[in-house]
C-alpha cells in the first residue's frame, strides 16, 4: 500500500511536471491510431455481398493520339447493353444520376433521381422497409412508371402518408410508388460524395422507344456501370462489346458529319478502388505524418526520460546497497513511466475520436463514404499496448546503461558529471536520428505547404462574389425551329425580367455552371479537321463575360446579333489553354477556325483559364447561346443576397409554369471545389509547426544536457586561453560527420518517398536544401545557446 500511494505521488508530482510530455505523447498516439483507422477503413472489403467480384466500368474517350480526352465517358447503349450481358456479370446495374422538381408546391423541391436496374438494390445489400422493388423490363418501350422511394424522402416530404401506389408527379411525369427503402449510408457513392438518392427509377425510362445513332455520341459522366464480374477471363468479351461499341460510334459520328477519329476504351476495374482511391491516398499521407510525428516524439521522450534516469543514477546505486533487488528497482520504474504512458494514451484516444468526427465533418463533401470511417475496438486496445510495450522498452534500455558491479564507483562518481552522461553512441544516435527525421518531414510537409499553397492562390479566372446560375428545370431539348424560338422568347424575358430586379447587378445566358465541364468541341484550324484539338465547351450570352468577370487576354465577347438563332455566322472564344494547344496568339484574333462539323467559325477573343483545386484548368470553348437550355448566370449588387424563393416567384410572374431546379451561390461551390486544397494546406501547415517544435524541443534539451555536462571540459580549455568562439567551432566541426551521415540517410529516404508518391521533383530537392539549411542552423544557434550559457 505504501509503494503504491508513494508511486501515485510521483505520478501526480511527474504529472504537473510533464504536461507537455503528456500532451505530445498523446498527439503522437492519436495520429498512430487515426492512421490504423483510416487504414483499415481505405483497405477492408466492401460492405456488399462478395465485393471482391465488384467492378465497375472505366471508359475513357481518347483522341488519335490516344491521348485521352474525356474520362468515364459511357454512353447510355453502352451502359444498358453491357449490363444485360450475361457473359460478364452475374448481375449488373447501369445507374445513372440526376434531379427532378417534386411538383406540387411554390417552390418545388428538388429531389435526388437515380435510374438502377433492378439488381442494383441486391448488389448493394439496400433494405426494403416497405413494398417491393419496381419492376424490371428488358424491351425499350415498355418499363413501367414504378418507383421507390427512400425514408428520407417520405419523412421529408410526406411525413404523414402511408407512400404505397400513392401518385408522384416528378417534373412533366407522374409515377406510382411501390416501395420505400431504408435510408441509410449503403448506396455506393459512385457520382458525388455525400449524395444521397431519394428516389429510384428504372433505369429503361432513360432508353425511350430505341437505341439512336445520337445516344451512342451522347457520353456522359453522371452514369456508370456497375456489377459483380463473372469468374474466368472476361476480357475476349468485353473487347468484342467493344468493337461494337466503337463502330456504332463512329456510324453516329458519320451521320452527324463530325470530324475527328476519337475512339472509345473501356476497361473493368474494382468497385472498392472507386469507392476508396481517394481515401486510400490520403491515408497513405497521414500515415507516413503520423508515422514521422510518432518517431521523433518518442526520441525526445526516451532521451528526457533517460537523461532524467541518469542524474538519478546514484539514488539507485544507494538501493542497492541497501539490499534493494534489481528487479525491484526495474518493476518501481516501469509503473512510474507506465501509469504516465498510460494516462498519454487514453488521451490519445480522446483525440482520435475527435479528430474522427473533425475528418467526417470537413471532409464528407470531398471524400466518398467517410462516413464509415470508425476506430475499431482493437485499436484502442493496441494503442494502449503499445504505449506500455514503449515504457518497458525505455525502462530496459535505461537500465542496461547502469552498472551495478561497481557499487563504490558509482557512489563516488555521483554528482561528477560521468556517470550522468549518455554513452557517446546512445547520444549520437538520438542527435542523429532527430537529424533524419526532422528533414525527412519538414521537407515534405513544405511541399505541401507550397503546393496546395499554390492552388489556393491560383487565381480563379473570375469573380465568384454574389455570383449566383439560374438553371431552369426542363424536361424538352428538341431542336427544332419551333422549339428554339419558344426557348429563346422564354429566355429573353426571364433575362429581362433578372435585369430589372433590384438586387441584380447584371445577368447573361450561360449553358452551365462555371467548372462544369459536360459539353465537348472539337476545333481545328484547318477545314478537314486533321490537327482538330477536343475542348469543353461553354454556352454563352452577349454580357457572360462581364457578368462572371472574366478578364480578356485579346479581342472581345459576343453581341446580340451573335446568338445562334439571329446570327448568320459563328463565333467563338477561347481560354488561354485551349489557344496555346491550337497554337494561336493574341494577333490571331479574326482568323477561322473550324468546329467539330468543319464549319467555320470566327476567333474572337482569348480569356483567362479558369481554375478550381478539384477540375484544375481546362480547355474551354466558348460558343454564342444557342437555347437549348434557358439557364442564366446572375451577378447581385454588393451586400445582397438571393434565394431560391424570390427567383421561383420572380419566374412564375414571366410564366407559371416554369421552375427553377437550382440556384447555385458561385462562391460557395468555388470554396467546395477548393476546400480538399485547403484541408491539405492546413494538414501541411499542421505538421511543418509540430515537427518543427518536436526537433527544436527534442535538439533543445539534449544539447543542453550535453552541453551542461561538458561544463567543466569548455572551463578547462577557457583556463588555458581558448576563447569562446573558439570552442563554438570545436562543437561543431564534431558534429559535422553525425549531421553528414543523417542528412545523406535522410535525403535518400526522401527521394525513395517521393518516388513512391509520384511527386519526384526539383522543387522537392529545395525543399530538402531548406530543411537541412533550417536544422543546421537550429544545430548551430543551439550550440552556441547553450556553450555560451556555460562558459
Given at each position: 500500500?505504501?509503494?503504491?500511494?508513494?508511486?501515485?505521488?510521483?505520478?501526480?508530482?511527474?504529472?504537473?511536471?510533464?504536461?507537455?510530455?503528456?500532451?505530445?505523447?498523446?498527439?503522437?498516439?492519436?495520429?498512430?491510431?487515426?492512421?490504423?483507422?483510416?487504414?483499415?477503413?481505405?483497405?477492408?472489403?466492401?460492405?456488399?455481398?462478395?465485393?471482391?467480384?465488384?467492378?465497375?466500368?472505366?471508359?475513357?474517350?481518347?483522341?488519335?493520339?490516344?491521348?485521352?480526352?474525356?474520362?468515364?465517358?459511357?454512353?447510355?447503349?453502352?451502359?444498358?447493353?453491357?449490363?444485360?450481358?450475361?457473359?460478364?456479370?452475374?448481375?449488373?446495374?447501369?445507374?445513372?444520376?440526376?434531379?427532378?422538381?417534386?411538383?406540387?408546391?411554390?417552390?418545388?423541391?428538388?429531389?435526388?433521381?437515380?435510374?438502377?436496374?433492378?439488381?442494383?438494390?441486391?448488389?448493394?445489400?439496400?433494405?426494403?422497409?416497405?413494398?417491393?422493388?419496381?419492376?424490371?423490363?428488358?424491351?425499350?418501350?415498355?418499363?413501367?412508371?414504378?418507383?421507390?422511394?427512400?425514408?428520407?424522402?417520405?419523412?421529408?416530404?410526406?411525413?404523414?402518408?402511408?407512400?404505397?401506389?400513392?401518385?408522384?408527379?416528378?417534373?412533366?411525369?407522374?409515377?406510382?410508388?411501390?416501395?420505400?427503402?431504408?435510408?441509410?449510408?449503403?448506396?455506393?457513392?459512385?457520382?458525388?460524395?455525400?449524395?444521397?438518392?431519394?428516389?429510384?427509377?428504372?433505369?429503361?425510362?432513360?432508353?425511350?422507344?430505341?437505341?439512336?445513332?445520337?445516344?451512342?455520341?451522347?457520353?456522359?459522366?453522371?452514369?456508370?456501370?456497375?456489377?459483380?464480374?463473372?469468374?474466368?477471363?472476361?476480357?475476349?468479351?468485353?473487347?468484342?462489346?467493344?468493337?461494337?461499341?466503337?463502330?456504332?460510334?463512329?456510324?453516329?459520328?458519320?451521320?452527324?458529319?463530325?470530324?475527328?477519329?476519337?475512339?472509345?476504351?473501356?476497361?473493368?476495374?474494382?468497385?472498392?478502388?472507386?469507392?476508396?482511391?481517394?481515401?486510400?491516398?490520403?491515408?497513405?499521407?497521414?500515415?507516413?505524418?503520423?508515422?514521422?510525428?510518432?518517431?521523433?516524439?518518442?526520441?525526445?521522450?526516451?532521451?528526457?526520460?533517460?537523461?532524467?534516469?541518469?542524474?538519478?543514477?546514484?539514488?539507485?546505486?544507494?538501493?542497492?546497497?541497501?539490499?534493494?533487488?534489481?528487479?525491484?528497482?526495474?518493476?518501481?520504474?516501469?509503473?512510474?513511466?507506465?501509469?504516465?504512458?498510460?494516462?498519454?494514451?487514453?488521451?490519445?484516444?480522446?483525440?482520435?475520436?475527435?479528430?474522427?468526427?473533425?475528418?467526417?465533418?470537413?471532409?464528407?463533401?470531398?471524400?466518398?463514404?467517410?462516413?464509415?470511417?470508425?476506430?475499431?475496438?482493437?485499436?484502442?486496445?493496441?494503442?494502449?499496448?503499445?504505449?506500455?510495450?514503449?515504457?518497458?522498452?525505455?525502462?530496459?534500455?535505461?537500465?542496461?546503461?547502469?552498472?551495478?558491479?561497481?557499487?563504490?564507483?558509482?557512489?563516488?562518481?555521483?554528482?561528477?558529471?560521468?556517470?550522468?552522461?549518455?554513452?557517446?553512441?546512445?547520444?549520437?544516435?538520438?542527435?542523429?536520428?532527430?537529424?533524419?527525421?526532422?528533414?525527412?518531414?519538414?521537407?515534405?510537409?513544405?511541399?505541401?505547404?507550397?503546393?496546395?499553397?499554390?492552388?489556393?492562390?491560383?487565381?480563379?479566372?473570375?469573380?465568384?462574389?454574389?455570383?449566383?446560375?439560374?438553371?431552369?428545370?426542363?424536361?424538352?431539348?428538341?431542336?427544332?425551329?419551333?422549339?428554339?424560338?419558344?426557348?429563346?422568347?422564354?429566355?429573353?424575358?426571364?433575362?429581362?425580367?433578372?435585369?430589372?430586379?433590384?438586387?441584380?447587378?447584371?445577368?447573361?445566358?450561360?449553358?452551365?455552371?462555371?467548372?462544369?465541364?459536360?459539353?465537348?468541341?472539337?476545333?481545328?484550324?484547318v477545314d478537314d479537321g486533321s490537327d482538330s484539338v477536343v475542348a469543353y465547351l461553354q454556352l454563352s450570352g452577349?454580357?457572360?463575360?462581364?457578368?462572371?468577370?472574366?478578364?480578356?487576354?485579346?479581342?472581345?465577347?459576343?453581341?446580340?446579333?451573335?446568338?445562334?438563332?439571329?446570327?448568320?455566322?459563328?463565333?467563338?472564344?477561347?481560354?488561354?489553354?485551349?489557344?496555346?494547344?491550337?497554337?494561336?496568339?493574341?494577333?490571331?484574333?479574326?482568323?477561322?477556325?473550324?468546329?467539330?462539323?468543319?464549319?467555320?467559325?470566327?476567333?474572337?477573343?482569348?480569356?483567362?483559364?479558369?481554375?478550381?483545386?478539384?477540375?484544375?484548368?481546362?480547355?474551354?470553348?466558348?460558343?454564342?447561346?444557342?437555347?437549348?437550355?434557358?439557364?442564366?448566370?446572375?451577378?447581385?449588387?454588393?451586400?445582397?443576397?438571393?434565394?431560391?424563393?424570390?427567383?421561383?416567384?420572380?419566374?412564375?410572374?414571366?410564366?407559371?409554369?416554369?421552375?427553377?431546379?437550382?440556384?447555385?451561390?458561385?462562391?460557395?461551390?468555388?470554396?467546395?471545389?477548393?476546400?480538399?486544397?485547403?484541408?491539405?494546406?492546413?494538414?501541411?501547415?499542421?505538421?511543418?509547426?509540430?515537427?518543427?517544435?518536436?526537433?527544436?524541443?527534442?535538439?533543445?534539451?539534449?544539447?543542453?544536457?550535453?552541453?551542461?555536462?561538458?561544463?567543466?571540459?569548455?572551463?578547462?580549455?577557457?583556463?588555458?586561453?581558448?576563447?569562446?568562439?573558439?570552442?563554438?567551432?570545436?562543437?561543431?566541426?564534431?558534429?559535422?560527420?553525425?549531421?553528414?551521415?543523417?542528412?545523406?540517410?535522410?535525403?535518400?529516404?526522401?527521394?525513395?518517398?517521393?518516388?513512391?508518391?509520384?511527386?519526384?521533383?526539383?522543387?522537392?530537392?529545395?525543399?530538402?536544401?531548406?530543411?537541412?539549411?533550417?536544422?543546421?542552423?537550429?544545430?548551430l544557434a543551439l550550440e552556441f545557446h547553450h556553450v555560451a550559457k556555460q562558459i
Amino acid at each position: 500500500m505504501t509503494l503504491w500511494r508513494t508511486l501515485l505521488g510521483r505520478l501526480w508530482h511527474s504529472l504537473r511536471q510533464n504536461l507537455m510530455l503528456v500532451a505530445l505523447l498523446g498527439s503522437a498516439f492519436a495520429a498512430m491510431l487515426m492512421s490504423i483507422g483510416l487504414s483499415w477503413q481505405a483497405y477492408q472489403p466492401l460492405p456488399y455481398p462478395q465485393s471482391d467480384k465488384l467492378v465497375w466500368l472505366q471508359g475513357d474517350m481518347l483522341d488519335e493520339h490516344d491521348k485521352t480526352i474525356m474520362e468515364n465517358a459511357i454512353s447510355t447503349p453502352v451502359a444498358w447493353l453491357l449490363a444485360q450481358d450475361k457473359q460478364l456479370f452475374d448481375k449488373a446495374s447501369a445507374v445513372f444520376y440526376s434531379h427532378s422538381l417534386l411538383r406540387g408546391s411554390v417552390v418545388e423541391p428538388r429531389v435526388e433521381t437515380t435510374y438502377v436496374s433492378d439488381d442494383f438494390f441486391s448488389l448493394f445489400d439496400i433494405t426494403l422497409k416497405e413494398g417491393r422493388w419496381f419492376s424490371q423490363s428488358d424491351v425499350l418501350g415498355t418499363a413501367p412508371n414504378e418507383i421507390v422511394v427512400t425514408e428520407c424522402f417520405v419523412q421529408q416530404h410526406f411525413p404523414d402518408e402511408n407512400m404505397i401506389e400513392q401518385s408522384v408527379q416528378l417534373d412533366e411525369r407522374r409515377y406510382t410508388v411501390v416501395g420505400v427503402a431504408a435510408c441509410d449510408e449503403s448506396e455506393p457513392q459512385l457520382y458525388q460524395s455525400n449524395r444521397m438518392s431519394e428516389v429510384f427509377l428504372p433505369f429503361a425510362l432513360m432508353m425511350g422507344d430505341r437505341i439512336t445513332g445520337m445516344d451512342h455520341l451522347a457520353v456522359r459522366s453522371d452514369l456508370f456501370l456497375v456489377g459483380r464480374i463473372k469468374q474466368g477471363n472476361v476480357q475476349a468479351q468485353l473487347t468484342l462489346l467493344q468493337t461494337q461499341f466503337q463502330a456504332a460510334f463512329e456510324q453516329a459520328q458519320l451521320e452527324q458529319a463530325i470530324s475527328g477519329r476519337a475512339t472509345l476504351r473501356f476497361s473493368l476495374l474494382p468497385l472498392a478502388d472507386k469507392l476508396k482511391g481517394q481515401l486510400r491516398t490520403t491515408t497513405q499521407w497521414l500515415a507516413f505524418a503520423g508515422v514521422g510525428l510518432l518517431i521523433i516524439t518518442l526520441v525526445n521522450a526516451f532521451s528526457l526520460y533517460l537523461l532524467d534516469f541518469k542524474s538519478k543514477q546514484n539514488q539507485l546505486a544507494l538501493a542497492i546497497v541497501l539490499g534493494a533487488k534489481r528487479g525491484n528497482l526495474q518493476l518501481e520504474q516501469w509503473c512510474y513511466i507506465a501509469l504516465i504512458f498510460l494516462f498519454a494514451s487514453l488521451f490519445a484516444i480522446g483525440i482520435a475520436k475527435a479528430g474522427v468526427w473533425l475528418m467526417q465533418f470537413w471532409t464528407k463533401e470531398a471524400l466518398a463514404h467517410v462516413v464509415w470511417l470508425t476506430l475499431p475496438w482493437w485499436s484502442f486496445l493496441l494503442v494502449v499496448v503499445f504505449a506500455q510495450l514503449c515504457a518497458l522498452v525505455f525502462v530496459k534500455l535505461a537500465m542496461s546503461q547502469v552498472s551495478f558491479k561497481d557499487i563504490r564507483s558509482q557512489l563516488s562518481g555521483s554528482g561528477k558529471g560521468q556517470v550522468k552522461q549518455l554513452p557517446k553512441s546512445m547520444s549520437q544516435a538520438l542527435l542523429g536520428l532527430q537529424i533524419g527525421v526532422g528533414i525527412v518531414t519538414m521537407s515534405f510537409a513544405f511541399w505541401l505547404l507550397s503546393y496546395f499553397g499554390g492552388q489556393l492562390n491560383t487565381s480563379s479566372g473570375f469573380n465568384s462574389n454574389n455570383l449566383y446560375f439560374v438553371e431552369l428545370q426542363q424536361s424538352n431539348y428538341e431542336r427544332s425551329s419551333d422549339a428554339i424560338q419558344a426557348r429563346y422568347n422564354q429566355a429573353m424575358i426571364n433575362l429581362s425580367a433578372l435585369r430589372q430586379h433590384p438586387s441584380v447587378e447584371s445577368a447573361a445566358l450561360a449553358g452551365v455552371l462555371p467548372h462544369e465541364f459536360v459539353f465537348l468541341e472539337s476545333l481545328s484550324l484547318v477545314d478537314d479537321g486533321s490537327d482538330s484539338v477536343v475542348a469543353y465547351l461553354q454556352l454563352s450570352g452577349p454580357s457572360y463575360f462581364s457578368t462572371s468577370g472574366q478578364r480578356f487576354i485579346a479581342g472581345g465577347g459576343f453581341s446580340e446579333d451573335d446568338l445562334a438563332i439571329n446570327s448568320s455566322g459563328k463565333k467563338v472564344v477561347l481560354n488561354q489553354l485551349l489557344a496555346q494547344r491550337l497554337g494561336v496568339t493574341a494577333a490571331d484574333i479574326g482568323m477561322t477556325i473550324y468546329d467539330k462539323n468543319q464549319r467555320p467559325i470566327t476567333l474572337v477573343g482569348i480569356v483567362e483559364n479558369t481554375f478550381s483545386h478539384t477540375s484544375q484548368a481546362q480547355a474551354l470553348a466558348y460558343l454564342p447561346f444557342n437555347f437549348i437550355s434557358g439557364n442564366i448566370l446572375v451577378r447581385a449588387k454588393a451586400g445582397e443576397k438571393l434565394d431560391l424563393h424570390t427567383i421561383t416567384a420572380l419566374y412564375k410572374q414571366q410564366n407559371p409554369s416554369q421552375s427553377i431546379l437550382k440556384l447555385v451561390d458561385i462562391k460557395l461551390r468555388m470554396q467546395q471545389l477548393n476546400k480538399t486544397a485547403m484541408l491539405s494546406f492546413l494538414a501541411g501547415l499542421v505538421t511543418a509547426l509540430m515537427m518543427l517544435i518536436q526537433v527544436v524541443a527534442g535538439m533543445y534539451g539534449l544539447l543542453g544536457y550535453l552541453a551542461i555536462l561538458s561544463a567543466p571540459i569548455f572551463n578547462i580549455k577557457r583556463l588555458v586561453g581558448a576563447k569562446t568562439i573558439d570552442i563554438l567551432i570545436e562543437q561543431c566541426q564534431n558534429r559535422v560527420p553525425l549531421i553528414a551521415v543523417a542528412v545523406v540517410i535522410a535525403v535518400c529516404f526522401s527521394l525513395v518517398i517521393a518516388s513512391i508518391f509520384g511527386i519526384f521533383s526539383g522543387q522537392l530537392g529545395i525543399y530538402l536544401l531548406l530543411a537541412v539549411v533550417l536544422i543546421g542552423s537550429f544545430i548551430l544557434a543551439l550550440e552556441f545557446h547553450h556553450v555560451a550559457k556555460q562558459i
